[in-house]
């Protein structure tokens, strides 16, 4: 079980910083979805077991960023330049990775979900 915080409503322009707390995040990728209203759930960031390695969609390259604190068993997704479209409830979900394997992209693929976090962009 995951335990996000952070999400609330900022003006278009703003930041926001999400952390998900959890177990074992040294043998885990985090990896954060988003799901607007009416959409599918989509990969927004993911990192790597070891911390550093990461991977970000499109839309949010440059303006968001994907840490993770393994001693602390937290994640956390800095979020600048935060747009309308960022709207949505913000999952962090993790998987167990065995190596040499590059964590997934898939929702379907995580096997651990946080209750969801919602971020409201007001234009």
């Known amino acids: 079980q995951l335990v996000e915080s952070g999400g609330g409503l900022v003006q278009a322009g703003g930041s926001l910083k999400l952390s998900c707390s959890g177990r074992?995040?040294?043998?885990?990728?985090v990896a954060w979805f988003r799901q607007a209203p009416g959409q599918e759930r989509d990969l927004v960031a993911v990192?790597?077991?070891?911390?550093?390695?990461?991977v970000y969609a499109d839309s949010v390259k440059g303006r968001f960023t994907n840490s993770k604190d393994n001693n602390k068993n937290t994640a956390y997704l800095q979020m600048n330049s935060l747009k309308s479209e960022a709207t949505a409830l913000y999952y962090c979900?993790?998987?167990?990775?065995?190596?040499?394997?590059?964590?997934?992209?898939?929702?379907?693929?995580?096997?651990?979900w946080g209750q969801g976090t919602q971020v409201t962009v007001a234009s």
């Open positions: 990192i790597h077991r070891n911390g550093r390695d990461t």
């Open positions: 074992a995040f040294n043998e885990r990728a």
């Open positions: 979900a993790a998987k167990s990775i065995i190596l040499p394997a590059s964590p997934p992209v898939q929702p379907a693929s995580y096997d651990y």
